[in-house]
């Protein structure tokens, strides 16, 4: 064996099939998931850049905006993305923004608890609710379509009514200042570099504005959350036995388990993952804005499987990436943006998101299709 | 050869679901470096028979010996954890997964500690290409999606992951019967190795052209019930296809054939071939 080995030729009692070709290094580019998404990307980027050049989008401020917003629909669309390669979906997540929003705000604002320990309460509610969303799906063994729909609906009445039972209101203000100071929402909210940013203010690198400060005060910490978590989602998927078991645990379960995978303790963590997710968002937000709505989040659910899916999500689980998904944000964000910068009415911004995940699904049913016919 | 203690052996196992009697009174034994044939029509037992060893049903009757001594399997993960290996005809596979991925899933090698603690691609890709070149395949390129390879490539994946982690006794279902004559050789060359290297091997099929050059010993089910045992010296192939349930329903369809082939120019052939069409349709009846 060993010096058949030796010769590199054919295998033993086999020859060297010559319709065989090698997979050269493109097309194995072409097989990975988040292609088609930094295509997108570019395309989106030059397109901008084309007709927006000038319009100040493009500023230090202006990117700031967009990858702001690419941020924040981005970490939902990491967890969601690892849920679905994991072969489920959450539609819940856009109630919970809501949700973890008001819990976050209601102890806070209400009855005067420390910001950290609202921002603790809402990450284990959010904790709770993944677990039981995961339970329910196992147990049911109903589509986590289904049963998260009706999450949805619960999370967003129970939001609605507990806060208007609680507080008379349906928004909830006021809290900058008990954020103010707080090492977890320092954390977790806010901005970082802002000195770095104000000496390239002065040195002339980016903008100043009239007083003195610079025009972008400092990065996000949404984007570096967002930059840090899809690290490691990536990291996870690509390179631990927790994210070969979650492909396994989408791909086909039936498999997954008779080989030892524990699929069922797999699902419920990525359940967990996007409620926390979403939670994530929430507080950012609530920091940001300094007040909680009701209304918060709605949507959200659908726009993050969007993103996930133009970053190369099957809808049947099994195939995906958590970089495709935060590009599939990112051309999100910028475009929300451009169309802002460039005064095309936004409305026509729903129409470019349909049609873009109309292209997306098609040419990833196209891979799909290719990947698992035998050539 | 056959005083060697047996791997794995039933003893007169029997095994009912309520009222209906799937195995009755089984017996069998695989030993180390033999071939076993377990052969049956369709609905012979042959499934609720390798789901028994596998550890999937537990014998109603009766009792399984691992190297002598009794065991009882609560789950297949068990019988997987004595060496008893059984490749199922979906095999456990995930198309969308790469070769290497799917050789290791659940049993992923890992290095680093703590939370730096991942998945070892590299050895995972390595062993993955060499047990699969001990195999006669070359894996080209093995973080391709399994769902490219051919049905008789992936077959041999399930098989060498099996060898891999272990087995003693590899139990094949129908490892041959959805493929294309050069793909089934390559399959029927791996079973030759395996039992070349030590292993026992149980290799369940209905075709008695693949059993034959490959097995040691028959094993005829029909009807849930063994028509015996037979070593390889002992009969001919014409002989084990009689035995089988298709043997003499094969015969009476070439002689119905060919009477309906005289009868070419007679009004009556047309009504014997709808009689042929009947007959087959009651006999699918009969198997489902």
């Known amino acids: 064996m060993a010096q058949e080995t030796a010769d590199g030729a054919a295998p033993p009692g086999q020859e060297a099939d010559e319709r065989i070709q090698r997979a050269s290094f493109l097309s194995r580019l072409l097989n990975r998931p988040e292609l088609g998404a930094a295509a997108g990307t570019i395309v989106v980027l030059v397109v901008f850049a084309i007709v927006a050049g000038d319009t100040g989008m493009y500023s230090a401020l202006g ?17 969601v993305s690892l849920l679905m390669i994991g072969g489920e ?23 005067g608890w420390p910001m950290w320990l609202c921002i603790l309460l809402a990450f284990t509610v959010a904790i709770l609710w993944g677990l039981f969303n995961g339970w329910l799906v196992i147990k049911t063994g109903l589509p986590s379509f289904i049963v998260t729909l009706a999450g949805l609906f619960m999370l967003r009445g129970l939001t609605i009514g507990l806060t208007r039972l609680l507080t008379g209101r349906t928004q909830v203000s006021g809290l900058r200042e008990d954020a103010e100071g707080d090492w977890l929402a320092g954390i977790l909210g806010g901005e970082v570099g802002h000195g770095f940013f104000t000496w390239m203010g002065e040195v002339g ?23 840090l978590l899809g690290a490691i989602a990536t990291w996870v998927l690509l390179r631990t036995r927790l994210g070969n078991w979650i492909f396994a645990a989408g791909g086909d379960k039936q498999a997954a388990r008779n080989v030892g995978v524990p699929v069922n303790r797999v699902k419920i963590m990525l359940f967990v993952g996007t409620a926390v997710m979403a939670t994530l968002v929430a507080t950012v937000q609530v920091l940001d804005v300094g007040s909680a709505d009701t209304q918060r989040g709605l949507l959200r659910e659908l726009e993050a499987i969007a993103a996930a899916v133009i970053g190369g999500c099957l809808l049947t689980g099994g195939y995906g990436s958590a970089i495709g998904a935060m590009l599939g944000a990112l051309i999100f964000g910028t475009v929300q943006m451009g169309f802002f910068y460039t005064g095309v009415n936004t409305d026509w911004f729903q129409v470019f998101v349909g049609l873009m995940l109309l292209v997306a699904v098609l040419s990833n049913n196209y891979i799909r299709k290719k990947a698992t016919e035998a050539k | 050869m056959m005083a060697e203690q047996p791997l794995l052996e039933a003893r007169s196992v029997s095994k009912r679901f309520g009222s209906v009697i799937a195995l009755s009174d089984i017996n069998m034994a695989v030993r180390p470096r033999e071939v076993h044939c377990l052969l049956g029509d369709n609905g012979a037992g042959k499934s609720t028979l390798i789901k028994t ?18 065991v009882q399997f609560g789950s297949p993960r068990e019988a997987l954890d004595t060496g008893i290996a059984t490749v199922f005809q979906d095999l456990a596979l995930v198309p969308l997964m790469s070769a290497t991925r799917n050789f290791f899933m659940g049993r992923e090698p890992v290095i680093g500690r703590g939370p730096f603690r991942r998945f070892d691609a590299r050895t995972a890709e390595r062993i993955t290409a060499q047990e699969m070149w001990k195999i006669g395949i070359d894996v080209r390129d093995p973080t391709q999606p399994v769902g490219t390879m051919s049905g008789g490539e992936r077959q041999c994946l399930a098989i060498a992951r099996a060898v891999y982690f272990g087995a003693k006794v590899l139990i094949l279902d129908e490892p041959t019967s959805a493929l294309g004559v050069s793909q089934a050789s390559m399959v029927l060359r791996y079973v030759a190795r395996a039992k070349a290297a ?6 369940i099929t209905h075709n008695v052209h693949h059993a034959f050059p490959v097995g040691d010993s028959f094993t005829l089910l029909n009807r849930g019930r063994s ?27 070439e002689a119905e054939l060919k009477a309906a082939a005289q009868q070419e120019t007679d009004p009556k052939a047309e009504q014997a071939e709808t009689q042929i069409a009947e007959d087959l349709h009651q006999e699918s009846q009969k198997v489902h």
Not at chain 1, 63 to 79: K, Q, Y
């Open chain 1, 205 to 227: 690198i980016i903008a100043q504005r009239a007083d003195g400060e610079p025009s972008v005060s400092g990065v996000p910490m949404s984007v570096i959350w967002f930059l």
């Open chain 1, 63 to 79: 990117i700031v905006n967009f990858v702001e917003v690419a941020s924040l629909l981005g970490l939902l669309a990491i967890g």
């Open chain 1, 89 to 111: 979906f959450d539609l819940s997540i856009g109630s919970m923004i809501a949700f973890a929003g008001m819990t976050i705000a209601i102890p806070a604002a209400e009855w």
């Open chain 2, 227 to 253: 028509l015996g045992t037979h070593t390889k010296d002992e009969v001919s192939r014409d002989e084990l296809m009689d035995m089988m349930a298709g043997g003499k329903e094969m015969a009476d369809l």
């Open chain 2, 198 to 203: 030590g292993l026992g091997v149980i290799f």
């Open chain 2, 53 to 70: 060893f596998a550890g999937v049903h537990q014998p109603t009757e009766g009792e399984l010996r691992v190297d002598g001594a009794p």
